[in-house]
């Protein structure tokens, strides 16, 4: 097959001037080519397309692909990972992973829990603010967890995310909606052991590939898994990988997490962050249906390195589930 990929390069965002957290989720250089050595491993030919503005141009210029493996997440709106998808839709180009729907509604958290927590899958409680003077009308129990309600890569998570008194409330939120310009998300804060579960595959035939836990150390920032601590994540944190047949909490991680994968209708392969709560039931905080794919530092990549799946074998995994999808 051909196979065109689209990305962001980070490279290209800091040249443009965005700071190193606004770019932090875009891809670097050598993620682009160790996917593009992994495709071509597969006896398939491979095109760098780039991000969705070049996209535009090749498509419109006549270029087409068989397969696109598409890990382009976007700029700007709430739509920005889902642009890819539908301008390869709009063309009748197949794709890896998940559709327009799927990805414009995981940016946003609050619309997600929705839809998973009618689906049956546990999600703490929540609010959505706008303006600090909604804060009136929120009723959960403290402490609550505040973040952006539309990033990813930590972004907006740190010191201050954590809130444990009434008073510290207003000013976090304060700082989120001027630093952001988007809605925050409160959530009662989970304050038990955290995971990431591996998910590859779609529908009936997904399955977990692995389950990493994300122990915090005494050096970490915040209570949480975020921006700072995943930067300087030698220093802040430790990786586990409990085995869900030893592990009755990871076995939870993983049914919760493939349970969201299904409910959302998310494709290929991804990761689902979940939560254990203070009472030890494991909830869902968020989910990833592009997640990063850098061979050596991402999560995904690590967690099914772990599980016997290396990168190029990861990289034939998604390449086969969008085939099958498409009948190719
Ligand atoms: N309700 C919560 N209770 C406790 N911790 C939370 C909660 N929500 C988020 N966190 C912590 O903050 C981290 C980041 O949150 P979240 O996964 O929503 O952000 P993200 O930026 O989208 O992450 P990613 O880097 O996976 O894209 C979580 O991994 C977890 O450690
Ligand atoms: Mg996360």
Redesign the pocket.
């Known amino acids: 097959m051909r196979v065109g990929l689209t990305y962001d390069l980070e490279s290209d965002y800091l040249a443009q001037g965005f700071s190193a957290e606004a770019a932090a989720e875009f891809d670097r250089p050598d993620t682009i080519d160790a996917l593009e050595a992994a495709v071509r491993a597969l006896g398939h030919t491979t095109d760098r397309i780039g991000h969705v503005r070049a996209l535009a141009a090749r498509l419109v210029a006549g270029d087409r692909w068989d397969l696109v493996f598409n890990i382009a997440e976007g700029v700007h709106g709430i739509g920005r990972e889902a642009q890819v998808p539908c301008l390869l839709d709009a063309w009748g180009i197949p794709y890896t992973f998940s559709e327009p729907l799927v990805l414009a509604l995981t940016l946003h958290k609050g619309m997600t829990k929705r839809v998973v927590r009618s689906a049956g899958v546990p999600t703490p409680d929540f609010a959505e603010v706008e303006d600090v003077d909604e804060l009136g009308a929120v009723s959960l129990p403290l402490p609550i967890f505040a973040k952006p309600i539309a990033e990813?890569s930590?972004k907006g998570i740190g010191a201050t995310s954590l809130v444990r008194r009434q008073e510290d409330l207003a000013p976090t939120v304060a700082d989120l909606l001027l630093r952001f310009r988007q809605p925050v998300l409160l959530e009662t804060f989970l304050s038990g052991r955290e995971f990431?579960v591996g998910i590859l595959g779609t529908g009936r035939a997904a399955e977990a590939v692995g389950v990493m836990e994300v122990k915090l150390l005494p050096t970490a920032t915040g209570g949480g898994?975020g921006f700072t601590n995943k930067k300087d994540y030698q220093n802040r944190v430790t990786y586990a990988f409990p085995r869900p047949a030893d592990d009755p909490m990871a076995a939870e991680a993983a049914a919760v997490a493939l349970g969201a994968w299904k409910a959302l209708g998310c494709r290929d392969a991804g990761r689902i962050?979940v939560r254990a709560d203070a009472a030890g039931r494991v909830e869902f905080?968020?989910c990833?249906p592009l997640a990063g794919l850098h061979p050596t530092i991402s999560d995904l990549p690590i967690l099914c390195a772990e599980h016997g799946l290396d990168f190029p074998a990861l990289v034939a995994r998604i390449v086969a589930s969008a085939a099958r999808r498409h009948g190719l």
């Open positions: 990813g930590g990431t898994y962050d905080i968020e990833n």
